[in-house]
């Protein structure tokens, strides 16, 4: 399960935040587990296992938001969208990307249908703070078709890893993030490095 461990007095001493049922042995999480804070409130923070974990007191108490998903992969990515609580993105190791707009009651799978998106590990997610219903998913390997982007809540992907001679090598991309004061700025890190668009 997620280890979680919190600092109030800048990293003096740390004390256990993963209490309760967070602990559960459904909450399975990889070596390393998604945990992001809510950019909306300081005081939600998300975590992922096999199920979808969150607190809205600063760690003291969690509460499940969504149970393991169809062939139990384990959630790789979080992200909560910019202005609003409620909008929160979950990528998983087989590929599998979820949408929920309230909250985490209810989810819906964004794959995109056919042809969808690539079935390996998704690295991260980001959510636009500019434009509803766009988000960028990035995804694990050294393939050719690691960026992708919505611009309707995930009933359709783009391959967004540009064309030549400016575009993406054919390697792993680990983070995707929007500038913060320009709609039109994106950056991806790589395995080789930080790109921009």
Same mark, same amino acid.
């Given at each position: 399960y997620p280890d979680v461990l919190k600092s109030t007095d800048g990293g003096e001493t740390w004390n256990d935040a993963a209490t309760g049922s967070i602990e559960a042995g459904t909450s399975q999480a990889l070596f390393i587990a998604p945990l992001t804070m809510d950019p909306n409130s300081s005081s939600i923070l998300w975590g992922g296992g096999m199920s979808l974990w969150r607190t809205t007191n600063?760690?003291?108490?969690w509460s499940s938001r969504r149970d393991p998903i169809s062939g139990t992969p384990r959630c790789t990515a979080i992200a909560v969208k910019p202005g609003s609580s409620a909008e929160v993105w979950a990528g998983y190791e087989?590929?599998?990307v979820s949408r929920t707009t309230n909250g985490g009651s209810t989810w819906t799978n964004v794959d995109g249908g056919a042809p969808g998106l690539p079935n390996r590990w998704v690295m991260d997610i980001a959510v636009?703070? !500019?434009?509803?219903n766009e988000a960028i998913v990035v995804f694990a390997g050294y393939e050719p078709? @690691? *960026? !992708?982007?919505t611009v309707n809540g995930g009933t359709s992907w783009s391959q967004r890893t540009g064309t030549a001679p400016d575009d993406l090598p054919a390697l792993? *991309? @680990?983070t995707a993030t929007y500038h913060p004061t320009n709609q039109d700025w994106i950056y991806v890190g790589t395995d080789l490095g930080v790109f921009a668009s």
């Open positions: 600063g760690a003291s108490t087989d590929g599998t636009s703070p !500019w434009f509803a078709d @690691n *960026v !992708w982007i792993q *991309v @680990n």
